[in-house]
């Protein structure tokens, strides 16, 4: 059995839990929190396990507690010293997305999965998903032909502020552009891999907040080489969780789609349909399988068990600091209202 400690216990911390004890070869060996209230919720959650306060605590007692690996659910500005610690005990890691809110401090997780000869993995469950995975094979399977145009675009509820308020806290977050989209451009630069690397971005943004990065509504263009370019938009002023993606290629498209009441909703409605290459139909696209981040979730936490044993990322931490370039360089691109070229 892969032993895990678990590092943070809000929200998504215990949905990160579940899915550890259902893990096919996992075990939930001990659980890390912020603070005493927290702590009694995981005591009273799992009344068996070492519930201590503080990621220190836990690593400190690595040995006694035989931990192979963590799983850390914190908010964005304690991913990299965290990480950087579990490395340095000599622990494998899963980290939630964003990697990191900065280049420098994806650079420094990086030298420390390195040093350590540990794996690193960045948590980004929507490949996971037989919804938004299919659209990877039926690309790369050249259903569409060469892809042209992709607009994703997520209309949804405010963001809930998280512990002590910390996602509307700039300094915290980093920006709002780390948490979902993040994800979005994950979804697009892995689909288009044969593409390249995007070259530039321009992007804009408004909001009720004078903060850079915590924009309300926020859309970005993304360019690879030759005539590949993506819209990603969405807005935080809307209602519920809908979510939609479109891809068209030279021969074919793709349109896909998910409604729920909120993000971690375990009945949504979704559909996928592609027309592929020389029909002139489109077609509903079956056995997807459940779809949403809490099964795409359990989904992962069994895939990174076979990627620890096999000494591999699911995502390497290399594509992920990638991802964050462009957070940031779309941030900037925002607000200096100009078109960015992206260095990676």
């Not at 990480?83 to 420094?108: F, Y």
């Not at 997780?109 to 990877?136: C, P, Y």
């Amino acid at each position: 059995m892969m032993r895990f400690g678990l590092i943070g216990y809000g929200l998504w911390g215990k949905y990160h839990a579940r899915a550890i004890v259902n893990a096919p070869g996992a075990e939930l060996a001990a659980i890390a929190c912020a603070s005493e209230q927290t702590a009694a919720q995981a005591r009273a959650d799992f009344p068996q396990l070492p519930v201590v306060i503080g990621y220190q605590a836990l690593l400190a007692q690595r040995g006694q507690l035989g931990l192979n690996a963590v799983d850390i659910v914190v908010p964005n500005y304690l991913h990299a010293g965290i990480g950087i610690a579990a490395l340095d005990a000599g622990l494998d890691v899963l980290l939630e997305k964003p990697m990191a809110p900065s280049v420098a401090e994806c650079d420094a997780l990086i030298a420390a999965a390195r040093r350590n000869d540990r794996v690193l993995t960045i948590g980004h469950e929507f490949r996971l998903s037989g919804q938004w995975g299919s659209m990877k094979k039926i690309i790369e399977g050249g259903e569409i032909g060469r892809p042209r145009y992709a607009n994703v675009s997520l209309f949804r509820f405010p963001y809930r502020p998280g512990s002590s308020a910390w996602r509307y806290d700039q300094r915290r977050v980093g920006s709002w552009i780390l948490e979902e989209p993040v994800h979005f451009f994950d979804s697009l630069m892995w689909y288009f891999q044969s593409q390249g690397d995007p070259v530039s971005l321009h992007a804009i943004g408004n909001s009720k907040q004078d903060t850079p990065g915590m924009y309300d509504n926020f859309s970005t263009v993304l360019r690879w080489p030759g005539d590949l370019y993506a819209m990603v938009t969405q807005t935080l002023s809307g209602f519920e969780h809908h979510h939609v993606m479109e891809v068209a290629g030279t021969e074919g498209s793709i349109r896909t789609w998910w409604s729920g009441a909120m993000d971690r909703t375990r009945d949504p409605k979704f559909e996928l349909k592609v027309q592929r290459r020389g029909k002139k139909q489109c077609e509903i696209v079956g056995d997807l399988g459940a779809s949403g981040e809490v099964f795409e979730l359990q989904e992962e936490l069994r895939l990174v068990v076979e990627a620890f044993r096999a000494r591999r990322p699911l995502v390497s931490p290399e594509e992920a600091r990638k991802r964050i370039v462009v957070c940031v360089e779309a941030e900037r691109s925002a607000r200096e209202n100009r078109v960015v070229e992206l260095r990676f």
